[in-house]
């Protein structure tokens, strides 16, 4: 339990109501989208870049694409969390 405080802290913040969880979900849900507005910068740079050098531009359309599926799994995962330390279901 210790191990998820760290890596979600945001989740296990002290909520005492219904307005605490949506601001908690909004904040993931914001954090996912800076994410893959960056990685979409990123990916259109790799697109320049595979213009030039083919291979190069590909293998970092890979790593962009494994880092915004590890972004997206964390965002759910984070408010799925918070939901349930919310319900009690997770003890703080």
């Given at each position: 339990?210790?191990?998820?405080?760290?890596?979600?802290?945001l989740?296990?913040?002290?909520?005492?109501?219904?307005?605490?969880?949506?601001?908690?979900?909004?904040?993931?849900?914001?954090?996912?989208?800076?994410?893959?507005?960056?990685?979409?910068?990123?990916?259109?740079?790799?697109?320049?870049?595979?213009?030039?050098?083919?291979?190069?531009?590909?293998?970092?359309?890979?790593?962009?694409?494994?880092?915004?599926?590890?972004?997206?799994?964390?965002?759910?995962?984070?408010?799925v969390?918070?939901?349930?330390?919310?319900?009690?279901?997770?003890?703080?």
């Amino acid at each position: 339990m210790e191990t998820l405080k760290k890596i979600f802290p945001l989740s296990f913040k002290p909520m005492k109501s219904g307005a605490d969880l949506a601001i908690g979900i909004i904040i993931y849900v914001v954090a996912g989208i800076i994410g893959a507005v960056l990685l979409a910068v990123a990916g259109w740079l790799a697109g320049i870049i595979g213009g030039i050098v083919a291979f190069l531009g590909t293998l970092i359309g890979i790593v962009l694409g494994a880092i915004g599926a590890i972004i997206d799994v964390y965002v759910i995962a984070g408010i799925v969390i918070q939901i349930l330390v919310f319900t009690k279901v997770i003890k703080e």
